[in-house]
């Protein structure tokens, strides 16, 4: 059985694509499959104008594919400095200081925290450092694999401050959420997933005012309209 089936998925540079759906309705697969971790079987990924389909997961990362995976899958044994510079590894050496204070910068507290090992952050601060550390590679797409999930509301407004600056760089941006709320403070698109399976996409501005696409992120059939 395919996770996902018939998804026609676009994100464009310098906008923030929001992936919304129940729980199991393929966003993750979706997520997955794009970065090169989940084999795909059947259709096309095209990047910069290009098939990835059949590329490994560290050739999308030195394309620019970012990946901020769910459960942050950080190395818990090396400090925050250390967690960074693995996340630039595909870049120039010369490059890593200037990526690190960039990162600093967009999340003071990693700067505070920076000799920590990260299985001693908080929750808050492992997202920031797992956003930290897929942005060391320089991405041009970054996939957002459920970027609230069990945070406090004050790190919750960090982190989607951290997107929304990233989007106005001309960075593409595809977000999972289960918040759809918040999801859609940020969002310029909104692409809803049932059972594998689109079945709506529009403007976050459309989606505002949506009942179906409200129906669909919780998992029920879309509302019929006469």
Known sequence: MRAVDQLQLKVASGSVNALLGATGAGKSSTIMCIAGH????????????ADIAALSPMARVT????????????????TVREN??????CRSGEATAPNIERVLATFPRLGERLHQR????????????????????KPKLLLVDELSLGLMPKIIDACYGAIDSLKTKDMAILLVEQ????????????????SGRQVWTATAREARHSADMIDACLGLKPSQSG
Do not use: K, P
């Open 38 to 49: 989940v084999e795909m079987h059947g259709g096309s990924i095209f990047y910069d104008g």
């Open 63 to 78: 394309a620019g594919i970012g990946l901020v995976s769910e459960g942050w899958r950080l190395f818990s044994s090396l």
């Open 84 to 89: 960074l510079v693995v996340g630039g590894y």
């Open 118 to 137: 990260a299985g001693f952050l908080s929750d808050g601060e492992q997202q920031m450092l797992a956003i930290g550390r897929a942005l060391m590679s």
């Open 179 to 194: 918040s759809t709320q918040r999801a859609l403070e940020v969002a310029d698109t909104v692409t809803v997933l049932e």
